[in-house]
């Protein structure tokens, strides 16, 4: 519950503040409260909606994804990213693939815009075909996590969407490391791409967790990238944070 209370805050700041704020689900299928109930319950009236976009996987029944996705829209939300989830673990995918679930989705509700998922370390041409094809179903998408130590993944995802004419709105993935401790970053391993030995050599120069963030957003804007997404803020301290690292960024 405490975890919640400090969610709630964290959301109240930062939206206030005009970040929008996404919010997952399970990605891997583990039971879990129901993150949208908690929202609408907790969340008050005093918050804009339209900045919180919560996360839909696969990993729950076909029945509970086209209900969460009813309840988003009548509660107010605009947005949702709808994803697959791990297939390495937990229940079953409802669907094959994401782009399936929100294809049901924009059949049912067409006022909902819809985000998928890039992932800019996988072939390049093969990723961009799937957001070009017109059976993505998504107004919007955000990538899996990229750093500035593998910005040769990025500009080859850049140039390949620029070549295709893709004209799909992207975040691009930033992760907030900690630290550099290698148990930690094993762990992490299991789910993203992880630059173990670079983000060693910064923190082991003595770079703060802060200034690590912001050198990849600021190699991210060097090459092109416009929107991001910042992922793991530490929840009590997320907008103090996230000011600290777009200012040495840049951004601010």
């Given at each position: ?13 930062l ?21 949208l ?13 339209e ?11 076909l ?13 107010g ?7 697959g ?8 995918r ?5 782009w ?23 072939d390049?041409?093969r ?6 094809d017109a ?12 750093s500035?130590?593998d910005?040769?993944?990025v ?11 893709l004209?799909?709105p ?8 900690r ?11 299991e789910?993203l791409p992880v630059?173990?030995?670079g983000l ?14 912001a ?17 793991n803020l ?8 996230l000011?600290r ?5 840049g951004?601010?």
């Open positions: 519950m405490d975890a919640w209370i400090d969610t709630y805050h964290a959301v109240r700041r939206t206030r503040a005009g970040t929008f704020v996404f919010l997952t689900d399970s990605a891997v299928g583990t039971k879990e409260e129901d993150n109930r908690h929202l609408a319950i907790n969340l008050g009236q005093d918050v804009p909606r900045r919180i976009v919560p996360f839909l996987t696969t990993k729950h029944s029945e509970y994804c086209l209900s969460y996705a009813e309840r988003a829209h009548q509660h939300f605009r947005s949702l990213v709808v994803l989830g791990d297939k390495s673990v937990g229940p079953a409802a669907v094959s693939h994401a399936q679930l929100r294809q049901l989705l924009r059949g049912r509700n067409a006022d909902l815009e819809l985000g998928g998922w890039a992932n800019p370390h996988a390049a041409e990723q961009i075909d799937f957001l070009v059976e993505f179903n998504a107004e919007f998408y955000l990538t899996q996590v990229v500035h130590h910005l040769t993944a500009t080859r995802f850049l140039d390949a969407a620029v070549r295709r004419g004209t799909l992207g975040l691009f993935g930033v992760f907030y490391y630290s550099a401790k290698p148990r930690t970053l094993e762990i992490l391993k789910f630059p173990v030995d060693a050599g910064e923190f082991g120069a003595g770079a703060s967790a802060d200034e690590v963030c050198r990849t957003i600021r190699a991210l804007a060097g090459v092109g990238v416009r929107h991001f997404y910042i992922s530490p929840i009590g301290k997320a907008h103090s944070t000011a690292i777009l200012e040495l960024a951004i601010r």
